[in-house]
């Protein structure tokens, strides 16, 4: 059954020439009569076989259009939890709501800048799973953040709340800047090898 249904994908997506994922899983369900989920998997373990090369109607040229495309969503996420987090560690003061800065805090300092070490190092994403990469995350933060204590000690500002905010929120923002590059480089060499 699953070799038949291998078989009608690849025989469907070479009729349609080069169909976008909705395009082809539509053509599955009018035409081949499959339920929506099921011709939605079999595009998806047809395409991670390697079996089905699906490509963007049209793809991003440059790094800034990159950047507002879907591939780069984790980007703007991650952006969007620094300030946030910042916002939470410098402004809320109420007892209520002190449980949230704690819960952002804490992710902000013991996640994220080595979470986005390990994106910067390894763009694909493909060499670790989703335990391995919380463990190295969690690791990796243990590491860097005393290490920007001991410089910031050596500054004018010293290691008060601002400045390791400031300077965490900055090494942060800079690692993700490095992967969101480092995959569109990734991601442009994969267009050019299935072209």
């Given at each position: 059954m699953?070799?038949d249904?291998?078989?009608?994908v690849?025989?469907?997506?070479?009729?349609l020439g080069n169909p976008?994922?909705?395009e082809?899983?539509d053509?599955?369900v009018?035409?081949q009569g499959l339920?929506?989920k099921e011709?939605?998997?079999?595009?998806?373990?047809?395409?991670?076989?390697?079996?089905l090369n699906?490509?963007e109607?049209?793809?991003p040229s440059?790094?800034w259009?990159f950047?507002?495309?879907?591939?780069?969503l984790w980007?703007w996420?991650?952006?969007a939890l620094v300030a946030?987090?910042?916002?939470?560690?410098?402004?809320v003061n109420?007892?209520t709501?002190?449980y949230?800065?704690?819960?952002?805090?804490?992710?902000?300092?013991?996640?994220?800048p080595?979470?986005?070490?390990?994106?910067?190092l390894d763009?694909?994403?493909g060499?670790?799973d989703?335990?391995?990469?919380?463990?190295?995350?969690?690791g990796l933060?243990?590491a860097?953040?005393?290490?920007?204590g001991l410089v910031?000690?050596?500054?004018p500002?010293?290691?008060?709340l601002?400045?390791?905010?400031?300077?965490?929120a900055?090494?942060?923002?800079?690692l993700a800047v490095s992967?969101?590059v480092?995959?569109y480089?990734y991601?442009?060499?994969s267009?050019?090898w299935t072209?």
């Open positions: 699953t070799a249904l291998d078989k009608l690849k025989e469907t997506a070479n009729s976008t994922p909705p082809l899983v053509k599955l009018k035409d339920k929506f011709a939605s998997k079999a595009v998806y373990v047809a395409w991670k076989k390697g079996e699906i490509s109607p049209n793809p440059n790094l259009s950047a507002f495309n879907l591939e780069s980007f996420g991650l952006t946030f987090t910042m916002l939470t560690v410098f402004l109420s007892s709501l002190l949230v800065r704690y819960v952002f805090g804490g992710l902000f300092v013991l996640f994220l080595g979470a986005m070490l390990i994106t910067a763009p694909r994403g060499e670790l989703g335990l391995e990469k919380l463990a190295l995350s969690i933060s243990l860097i953040v005393p290490l920007v910031l000690n050596y500054t500002w010293g290691i008060t601002t400045p390791i905010m400031v300077s965490l900055v090494f942060t923002e800079a992967a969101l480092r995959k480089r991601y442009k060499l267009l050019e072209a």
